[in-house]
T-cell receptor, first 112, second 115 residues
Framework: KQEVTQIPAALSVPEGENLVLNCSFTDSAIYNLQWFRQDPGKGLTSLLLIQSSQREQTSGRLNASLDKSSGRSTLYIAASQPGDSATYLCAVRLDSNYQLIWGAGTKLIIKP | GAVVSQHPSWVICKSGTSVKIECRSLDFQATTMFWYRQFPKQSLMLMATSNEGSKATYEQGVEKDKFLINHASLTLSTLTVTSAHPEDSSFYIC???????????FGPGTRLLVL
């Protein structure tokens, strides 16, 4: 059974720092992996999607990497800003269907 | 980009009443829609998968008679929480799969509070 774990559960850093969020999964047979952002009481915003054949994706200050063999993905945020404060979720899509398996999220606080 | 809407965004109801939540894909046809539930400080839990014109597939532990799902058209799925109780209070999020681009788009969520 696929399980997705995110570490740390919460992170607080000063503005301007570069930071890394971690996501690990137990079964390497994934179709893709996606990082989302969720603001308090709101829905989800897709940030980056990495196909199983890819090793990384970049969007602005965000860079996500994928190492299928080790079951790990990282989300790198450069030059963090207070507006980056949110909960970041990773989710893997299984090979066989469109179901997403979710991590519990990392709550990020960027202090001004 | 593709947009998925949910209505209502907030609902407060008395215990024992039924609540219907709508999920619409606004500019694409969604052959598959997913319903999730999220409790405070927890991640999303998939409740059920619905395909247009067929019965929904429920995840283990989700009561299909309590959470009625109807996916009658390619742009609309509804989740009805029947005889709601306080423990059903949660944040319900739907997503819709655009088959042409193989992407899921998420709705903004519906917060349900059962008194």
């Amino acid at each position: 059974k696929q399980e997705v774990t995110q570490i740390p559960a919460a992170l607080s850093v000063p503005e301007g720092e570069n930071l890394v969020l971690n996501c690990s999964f137990t079964d390497s047979a994934i179709y893709n992996l996606q990082w989302f952002r969720q603001d308090p009481g709101k829905g989800l915003t897709s940030l980056l999607l990495i196909q199983s054949s890819q090793r990384e994706q970049t969007s602005g200050r965000l860079n996500a990497s994928l190492d299928k063999s080790s079951g790990r993905s990282t989300l790198y945020i450069a030059a963090s800003q207070p507006g980056d404060s949110a909960t970041y979720l990773c989710a893997v899509r299984l090979d066989s269907n469109y179901q997403l398996i979710w991590g519990a999220g990392t709550k990020l606080i960027i202090k001004p | 980009g593709a947009v998925v809407s949910q209505h209502p965004s907030w609902v407060i109801c008395k215990s024992g009443t039924s609540v219907k939540i709508e999920c619409r894909s606004l500019d694409f046809q969604a052959t598959t829609m997913f319903w999730y539930r999220q409790f405070p400080k927890q991640s999303l839990m998939l409740m059920a998968t619905s395909n247009e014109g067929s019965k929904a597939t429920y995840e283990q532990g989700v009561e299909k008679d309590k959470f009625l799902i109807n996916h009658a058209s390619l742009t609309l799925s509804t989740l009805t929480v029947t005889s709601a109780h306080p423990e059903d209070s949660s944040f319900y999020i739907c997503s819709a799969r655009d088959g042409y681009v193989e992407t899921q788009y998420f709705g903004p969520g519906t917060r349900l509070l059962v008194l």
